[in-house]
Structures are given as C-alpha cells and as structure tokens.
T-cell receptor, first 115, second 113 residues
Framework: AQKVTQAQTEISVVEKEDVTLDCVYE???????LFWYKQPPSGELVFLIR??????QNEISGRYSWNFQKSTSSFNFTITASQVVDSAVYFC????????????FGKGTSLLVTP | DADVTQTPRNRITKTGKRIMLECSQT?????MYWYRQDPGLGLRLIYY???????NKGEISDGYSVSRQAQAKFSLSLESAIPNQTALYFC????????????FGPGTRLTVL
C-alpha cells in the first residue's frame, strides 16, 4: 500500500524561528518519487521539490531544506528563519506508479508564522 | 497565460443538478488528473487519463465521470450533485517522465446546497 503521513496537522511559530515539517511514507516499491507542494492562502498548489528513491542527498534552497532518509522512510522539510509569507499548507506526496503516476498526498500541515 | 486553467473557478449549485468542471492545458502533456481536496484530508485522486482513449478511475471515482475531449481538455462531471461533493477540485497535468512534477490548475471551489 502507498501511504503518506503528515502527523503535524497545524504548527504555529513566531517569525524567524526554524520549523520542521515531518513526512513519513510507506511503499513496497523500490523506485518511487517524493514531492513537496505549498498551498498558500490563495489556494493554488506550488511545487517545491522532488526526490527519487535513489537519491538520498539532502537539498537546500535558500531558507528551505529537505532531509530524505530511506532508513526511516521520511522526507522532512525545514524552513530556516521562517517568515510570515511562509504561512501556508504544505503537502508531502508520493508518486504512485500503478495509478498513472498520480500523486498520493498526505493530509497536509498548516503552518502559521506570526510576526 | 496560465498553463493549466479551470472553469468555473467557483460554483454554487443545488442537490441533484448536473455539473461540469472543465480543465484545459497548454503544456502539451499527455497525462491529466482530477483531484478533490477536503479540509484536513489532503488531495484525493478522482480520475486520471493517459491520453484521449485511456481513462482510469482513481481512489474516489463514485459519483463522478470524466471526458477527455482532446489532449488538452479533460472535464469532470457530477451527474447528480450531492452536498458531500462540496470541495475544492484541482486538475493537474504531467508528462510521461515519472520523475517530473505535476502542474496544477488554480482549482474550482464547488458548493452543493
């Protein structure tokens, strides 16, 4: 079975704090793909990052970083020095090969960054 | 212009009415998807299509039907809308490369009274 768990439903931080959003996935496939999307209050879905199962290198993009660990089936997302504009719902997703490469989404983590 | 467009953006309808949500894309992608988003549940797959002749049910297809009129167009229909179909609906596209991301439309907010 393919499953993505985002255990944190809501997180509230004060601006400039660091925050980590957890993502745990389940799959029997040896080849799979993981994604993070951001949904700001305006509602659109914004692609942030993708990672395949053969590439465990962590990635940093500005204030954003991602930690992929196959040993714990996790693909966590950290925002350093959070800003109010980071307030959004963040979704982790797993690509499901047997469903036309559709995405299997977690339930999302709502992040609120206050001044 | 947006690569993936959805019409209408908002719709309020009554129980029992037939509703069609439309999606168009200019990305030239073969694969198109319809998802539904409910608060606290993330996005769930309704239908997906590899091309005009290939349509497949997703996780929650009951109560919905789709039509792939052309490579660029993929419509979602609710034959007889019911209140628990009130949700935010997203169309998405992708190419045939498994590694690449999906591109999402802006969403259609549907309310069934």
């Amino acid at each position: 079975a393919q499953k993505v768990t985002q255990a944190q439903t809501e997180i509230s931080v004060v601006e400039k704090e660091d925050v980590t959003l957890d993502c745990v996935y389940e799959t029997r496939d040896t080849t799979y793909y993981l994604f993070w999307y951001k949904q700001p209050p305006s509602g659109e879905l914004v692609f942030l990052i993708r990672r395949n199962s053969f590439d465990e290198q962590n990635e940093i993009s500005g204030r954003y970083s991602w930690n992929f660990q196959k040993s714990t089936s996790s693909f966590n997302f950290t925002i350093t020095a959070s800003q109010v504009v980071d307030s959004a719902v963040y979704f982790c997703a797993l690509r499901v090969v047997n469903s036309g490469y559709a995405l299997n989404f977690g339930k999302g983590t709502s992040l609120l960054v206050t001044p | 212009d947006a690569d993936v467009t959805q019409t209408p953006r908002n719709r309020i309808t009554k129980t029992g009415k037939r509703i069609m949500l439309e999606c168009s894309q200019t990305k030239g992608h073969d694969r198109m998807y319809w998802y539904r988003q409910d608060p606290g549940l993330g996005l769930r797959l309704i239908y997906y299509s590899f091309d005009v002749k290939d349509i497949n049910k997703g996780e929650i297809s009951d109560g919905y039907s789709v039509s792939r009129q052309a490579q660029a167009k993929f419509s979602l229909s609710l034959e007889s809308a019911i209140p628990n179909q009130t949700a935010l609906y997203f169309c998405a596209t992708s190419d045939g490369v498994s590694y690449n991301e999906q591109f999402f439309g802006p969403g259609t907010r549907l309310t069934v009274l």
